[in-house]
């Protein structure tokens, strides 16, 4: 299992926008993928479920990965995490 720190980086928080992004890269991945906030967690996979995260702007989340792919679908996560333009 990969775990990377990310950090909120839009103004809006955690959004649909962003959220669908990180879902349609989830989706093509093999590796389950989970963003940690505290107890909270939410699949990658679920766009409700990363939403109800509540995580507004400059909340740092644990980025889970676990399978056949994850370094490569760590890294897609991690780039849009790295791209505040949502």
Do not use: Y
């Not at 955690?14 to 890269?25: C, E, I, K, S, T």
């Not at 409700?48 to 994850?70: I, K, Q, W």
């Amino acid at each position: 299992m990969k775990t990377t720190k990310v950090v909120v980086p839009w103004e809006g928080g955690l959004h649909l926008r962003p959220a669908a992004d990180l879902v349609n890269v989830a989706r093509k991945s093999n590796s389950s993928l989970t963003l940690r906030l505290g107890e909270k967690r939410a699949s990658l996979r679920s766009i409700v479920s990363l939403v109800t995260l509540c995580a507004t702007m400059g909340t740092p989340l644990v980025l889970e990965a676990n399978g056949e792919d994850e370094e490569r679908a760590s890294q897609k996560i991690v780039q849009i995490f790295s791209h505040p333009q949502h």
